[in-house]
């Protein structure tokens, strides 16, 4: 599953900064996370690294994008051959 940044974000600029897939931006009102880029740090890190920073815990797992870690993980891979 993608990761989702709820309306309880406080735009305090930490999460950003942290995504290795670059998935995370500013939107309109909050930071977004595009679902197409999120691997939940799958294939980088043992842990969601924008959860970690969080201080409100407004990011959660998106219920509209639904991914097994064997999706996440192959999503990771796609990502890193265009990046090459």
């Not at 993608?2 to 998935?23: G, H």
């Not at 980088?44 to 996440?72: M, N």
């Amino acid at each position: 599953m993608s990761l989702l940044i709820t309306d309880e974000c406080i735009n305090c600029d930490v999460c950003e900064p942290e995504c290795p897939n670059d998935a995370i931006s500013q939107g309109e009102e909050i930071y977004i996370i595009d679902p197409r880029l999120c691997t939940e740090c799958i294939g980088h890190f043992e842990t969601q690294q924008c959860v970690d920073v969080c201080p409100v815990d407004c990011i959660v797992i998106d219920p509209d994008h639904e991914e097994t870690e064997t999706e996440l993980r192959a999503k990771y891979e796609a990502l890193m051959r265009r990046s090459a």
